[in-house]
């Protein structure tokens, strides 16, 4: 099974700051790699697809980008709505695999 | 608009099956793929198993295996998960959601249910 590393588990950040999440392979998986946010109670919501694609209705506030192994989760101006958990999924091969998530706090 | 909506909550003993149905509509059914993924409770999310509805080509992840089924009714637009030889680890809430129908296909899982939860006791 494709192992997904995710960092950090957890993260206190506030309005308006910078935030990266990261996620590691553990062989080539290509640009299959997915972000969604998961609010609680709630159902995980895709953010990007492809490493890099952003999904329609998602403010542009967030991006992905991939260097070999490596992908990241990027939000540019942290907004009050976007405290929440994220996880990472690598669509490339089957179990497609989860990361274990990042809790962004205030 | 594209709809998901699950079964209700289940509570099951030990060793016995869970039947959770998921009814898609808002979309052509034959034209995407479904997925289900479930959450122990405070825990993250786990993949479980997919289907192409056209062709009825299914995966399951390994450790599932022998205890998963995932069937659709194409004229109902119904898609189910059975879990057998249920166990306490088996506590989750189990989510359907609307996913690529090729796997070389990027579409992400980009409709989900409102989950069902599913309590394994004695």
């Known amino acids: 099974d494709i192992q997904m590393t995710q960092s950090p588990s957890s993260l206190s950040a506030s309005v308006g700051d910078r935030v990266t999440v990261t996620c590691r392979a553990s062989?080539?998986?290509?640009?299959?790699l997915n972000w969604y946010q998961q609010k609680p109670g709630k159902a995980p919501r895709v953010l990007i697809y492809g490493a890099s694609s952003l999904r329609g209705a998602v403010p542009s506030r967030f991006s992905g980008s991939e260097s070999g192994t490596h992908f990241t989760l990027t939000i540019s101006s942290l907004q009050p709505e976007d405290f929440a958990t994220y996880y990472c999924?690598?669509?490339?091969?089957?179990?497609?695999?989860f990361g274990q998530g990042t809790r962004l706090e205030i | 608009q594209v709809k998901l909506v699950q079964s209700g909550g289940e509570v099951k003993k030990p060793g016995a099956s869970v039947k959770v149905s998921c009814k898609a509509s808002?979309?052509?059914?034959?034209?995407?793929?479904l997925s289900w993924v479930r959450q122990a409770p405070g825990q993250g999310l786990e993949w479980m198993a997919w289907?192409?509805?056209?062709?009825?080509?299914?995966k399951y992840a390994e450790k599932f295996q022998g205890r998963v089924t995932m069937t659709t009714d194409t004229s109902t637009n119904i898609t189910y998960m059975e879990l057998r030889s249920l166990r306490s680890g088996d506590t989750a809430i189990y989510y359907c959601?609307?996913?690529?129908?090729?796997?070389?296909?990027?579409?992400?899982?980009?409709?989900w249910g409102q989950g069902t939860l599913v309590t394994v006791s004695s």
């Open positions: 808002g979309y052509t059914f034959t034209d995407y793929g």
């Open positions: 289907m192409n509805p056209d062709n009825g080509h299914t």
């Open positions: 959601a609307r996913d690529r129908l090729y796997d070389w296909n990027f579409h992400p899982a980009d409709f």
């Open positions: 062989q080539s998986i290509s640009s299959y």
């Open positions: 999924q690598q669509t490339y091969s089957s179990p497609y695999t």
